[in-house]
């Protein structure tokens, strides 16, 4: 069969990100640091459920966030004030986060804290349903979002996002009494696309749902056997170094 340049060129770039994300793996288990890739298409949640959860896991677990976005630090600010190190990575015109992005993030972590000091390192990608799941970043779970908003077919027009996924949040479903959603109906499609993955509703608002979520997280941390530490400290008045990809 013939390939077009194109095709070739992309089968390098991800072969050269798979290199790279294989060796941040490396890094996060030299660490023992459980690292998430939080993944949605824009505005169905992932920040406002950054925030739930880091407060829930406070004082419990220690961790970090590294905040994609393509021109604006605006989620990273709103996670500074949490008490975890949070660095920020603009990534211009680039649709996602890339394993060669994550590693720049990672250097500029080591600058706020030992990231062998951490429990977990939630990466925040940037909003889109196709482009994130097909870059491997290196982390041991993949977090897919599905807002009640969005329809109940997104799971069979992009597919290949929540068959990455190890686990698949319905959200803001405090607004179901307002939308023509059919929340069974969301989660069979998911199931349909990816049979084995965890499907819990919540509303990172009203808090309904979360329990089951970080019920579910605590059991992938005991599988993996990453155990609770006390949070590192933190010098006070550290500033957020960023990276910008261009």
């Not at 998911?190 to 579910?216: E, K």
């Not at 059991?219 to 990453?226: E, N, S």
Request: hydrophobic share 40%; glycine share 8%.
């Amino acid at each position: 069969m013939h390939m077009s340049i194109s095709d070739t060129m992309n089968i390098s770039l991800l072969a050269a990100n798979d290199q790279q994300a294989q060796h941040n793996r490396q890094q996060f288990d030299a660490w023992g640091l459980f690292c998430i890739n939080v993944m949605s298409s824009p505005g169905a949640g992932k920040t406002i459920l950054l925030e739930q959860t880091l407060r829930a896991l406070h004082g419990t677990h220690a961790m970090a966030v590294l905040e994609g976005d393509m021109t604006t630090q605006l989620d990273a600010q709103r996670l500074t004030g949490l008490g975890v190190p949070v660095v920020p990575i603009t990534t211009g015109r680039a649709c996602h986060l890339d394993a060669a992005m994550v590693s720049t993030g990672l250097s500029l972590l080591r600058q706020q804290c030992d990231p062998a000091s951490l429990d977990l390192l939630w990466v925040e990608n940037v909003g889109n349903l196709v482009c994130p799941a097909e870059f491997a970043v290196g982390e041991h779970c993949k977090l897919a979002l599905l807002s009640v908003t969005e329809g109940e077919d997104k799971p069979l027009k992009y597919p290949v996002m929540f068959r990455e996924a190890d686990c698949v949040l319905i959200t803001k479903v405090d607004l179901l009494p307002h939308v023509p959603a059919d929340l069974g109906r969301m989660g069979r499609h998911v199931r349909q696309i990816n049979p084995h993955c965890g499907v819990f509703p919540v509303s990172a608002l009203t808090g309904a749902g979360l329990g089951d979520w970080l019920a579910w997280l605590g059991q992938q941390l005991l599988a993996q056997g990453r155990h609770h530490r006390n949070p590192p400290q933190h010098p006070g008045g550290l500033q957020r170094p960023s990276v910008t990809v261009t």
